[in-house]
T-cell receptor, first 116, second 115 residues
């Protein structure tokens, strides 16, 4: 596997279900991100993890819960979602340095989520 | 608040018909402007990063340029395989703030190139 991978690629869930999205990066990066892409709207940053620490939570509802067990893996746990949460969820990674240099973010293929 | 506006929203070209996409931005201090290409059902694919006004970068039929207020993505003699949505994103300029690794995206330009 190369680059950034995401599973599953497609997910249909009811509003009472609990599911998790998985992201894995094979680039040796130390920062990972979750984005939401809805139809007709720009990409929205949800969460940022630098060196496994969450550094950004962009006013995301608590029904979305991120987890970053190590620098290569990122999860997004979903529970009691609403139909308006249906979107493409994208994971990205980058190499951040201790001096604060911010590098290019590389994206995975996304998980297409449909909430019924 | 940082803003990124892309125009046009959609662009139809004939194969070989050159054109430009625009990305206008307002940020407190630019620390990078990024262009990505996104095909339907896929994640954005990185194209270019520009850091300072006057900078230019090229890749095959694409050329990105940057001024203090906007960036252009010039497409020369496009082919049908260039059809995609092109996304522009900016990174704000605050190296002391972890928010400096946040990207603000524009709404994208959907390019369709007909043979």
């Amino acid at each position: 596997e190369t680059g950034v991978t995401q599973t599953p690629r497609h997910l249909v869930m009811g509003m009472t279900n609990k599911k998790s999205l998985k992201c894995e990066q094979h680039l040796g990066h130390n920062a990972m991100y979750w984005y939401k892409q809805s139809a007709k709207k720009p990409l929205e940053l949800m969460f940022v993890y630098n060196f496994k620490e969450q550094t950004e939570n962009n006013s995301v509802p608590s029904r979305f819960s991120p987890e970053c067990p190590n620098s290569s893996h990122l999860f997004l746990h979903l529970h009691t979602l609403q139909p308006e949460d249906s979107a493409l969820y994208l994971c990205a990674s980058s190499q951040e340095t201790f001096s604060g240099t911010k590098e290019t973010q590389y994206f995975g293929p996304g998980t297409r989520l449909l909430v019924l | 608040e940082d803003q990124v506006t892309q125009s046009p929203e959609a662009l139809r070209l004939q194969e070989g018909e050159s054109s430009s996409l625009n990305c206008s931005y307002t940020v407190s201090g630019l620390r990078g402007l990024f262009w990505y290409r996104q095909d339907p059902g896929k994640g954005p694919e990185f194209l270019f990063t520009l850091y300072s006004a006057g900078e230019e970068k090229e890749k095959e039929r694409l050329k990105a340029t940057l001024t203090k207020k906007e960036s252009f993505l010039h497409i020369t003699a496009p082919k049908p395989e260039d059809s995609a949505t092109y996304l522009c994103a900016v990174r704000e300029g605050n190296p002391d703030n972890n928010a400096g690794n946040m990207l603000t995206f524009g709404g994208g330009t959907r390019l369709m190139v007909k043979p």
